[in-house]
Nanobody, 126 residues
């Protein structure tokens, strides 16, 4: 069973940057889609970025041109580089992976993912 652990969250000032990591154990992420999601208090989970099994990427409009997703297969880790952070980016960020190989464009839809991490808090505030 794949287990995912997120790290890299914290407090950052507006305009700052953070890099989140999603590291898998118990299985490989190679060839599988990995998505990043965030959840605001009292609201539905929002898909923000994904990377497919052949490293095709996708982004929600709210983060496009500010966030970059990447994969380090040797470390079994997917990263989310977040730049120009805004207070409205404050949320709990979670990563997820598919339970099957995903060779096309990746989905930014929670229902497509089978394994989830516990999440990491990102707070953007001065």
């Amino acid at each position: 069973q794949v287990q995912l652990v997120e790290s890299g969250g914290g407090l950052v000032q507006p305009g700052g940057s953070l890099r989140l990591s999603c590291t898998a154990s118990g299985g490989s992420l190679v060839g599988y889609a990995v998505g990043w999601f965030r959840q605001f208090p009292g609201k539905e989970r929002e898909g923000i970025s994904c990377i497919g099994g052949t490293d095709k990427t996708g982004y929600a409009d709210s983060v496009k041109d500010r966030f970059t997703i990447s994969r380090d297969s040797a470390k079994n880790t997917v990263y989310l580089q977040m730049n120009t952070l805004k207070p409205e980016d404050t949320a709990v960020y979670s990563c997820a992976s598919t339970g099957q190989l995903w060779l096309g464009y990746c989905p930014i839809v929670a229902d497509s993912y089978d394994h989830w991490g516990q999440g990491t808090q990102v707070t953007v505030s001065s």
